[in-house]
């Protein structure tokens, strides 16, 4: 098989919400703001850091030109420690393995910034699977723009079919924007219910992943 497949990452192959919620919660304390529940904060995440925040000052009723102040200062607390707690789904260091056996070329598609998503993805020694990795800030666009999960692909120069794996519905949106396959992740993040999702395939063990793949590409 000479499929290329991207992921996306928070959500995906990675629980990164307590890590994440702890980042913004020292935002919160440093404005003088009481913390937030992790679950009230896994319903701002999606879209990326930036929206999260701002989904965090419509949330407190704040200034919405405190946005790129807050942003830095949340990035600056979770690049200080975005692997503290973030650990990969049951089954993923498996999948990956398998996938790349069967001859698949991985890369990684996210609207988390680069740095930090690469850096997960070494702490968890997740990296050596992936081809390519693109994050928020490699392009000027981010999903749920077609181009980004585009260029992913294209960074890897490979002519075999293409297949998106993601959980929320920005990534479903993305690959029917990108006329790409997808699978749904349905453990992950996201607000709507993966079935009020239109799609075709989902899964909610990623040990079925593999086999859940050959399934998509030949339909």
Do not use: W
């Not at 629980?15 to 992790?38: F, M, Q």
């Not at 395939?201 to 040990?207: A, L, P, Q």
Request: charged share 20%; proline share 8%.
């Amino acid at each position: 098989m000479t499929a290329t497949i991207m992921f996306d990452l928070d959500g995906t192959l990675i629980d990164s919400l307590p890590d994440i919620a702890a980042a913004a919660n020292r935002t919160l304390l440093d404005i003088g703001i009481a913390p937030l529940s992790e679950s009230t904060i896994k319903q701002f995440v999606g879209n990326g850091l930036p929206k999260l925040v701002e989904r965090m000052i419509r949330h407190h009723d704040l200034p919405i030109e405190q946005h790129s102040e807050l942003t830095k200062l949340t990035l600056a607390h979770y690049s200080a420690a975005s692997s503290d707690k973030t650990i990969p789904y049951p089954g993923v260091p498996q999948a990956l393995t398998q996938l790349r056996e069967m001859g698949c070329v991985l890369g990684v598609c996210t609207n988390k910034p680069e740095a930090p998503a690469r850096h997960i993805l070494d702490a968890l020694d997740l990296a050596h699977h992936f081809d390519t990795v693109f994050g928020g800030d490699t392009l000027p666009v981010r999903k749920p723009d077609p181009a980004h999960l585009e260029a992913s692909f294209n960074a890897v120069a490979n002519a075999g079919p293409r297949l998106y794996v993601g959980d929320s519905e920005v990534d479903a949106e993305t690959a029917r924007r990108a006329n790409v396959p997808f699978l749904l992740f349905s453990e992950g993040y996201r607000k709507t219910p993966v079935e009020e999702i239109p799609h075709r395939f989902s899964y909610d063990d990623t040990h079925k992943l593999p086999a859940l793949v050959l399934e998509a590409l030949q339909a």
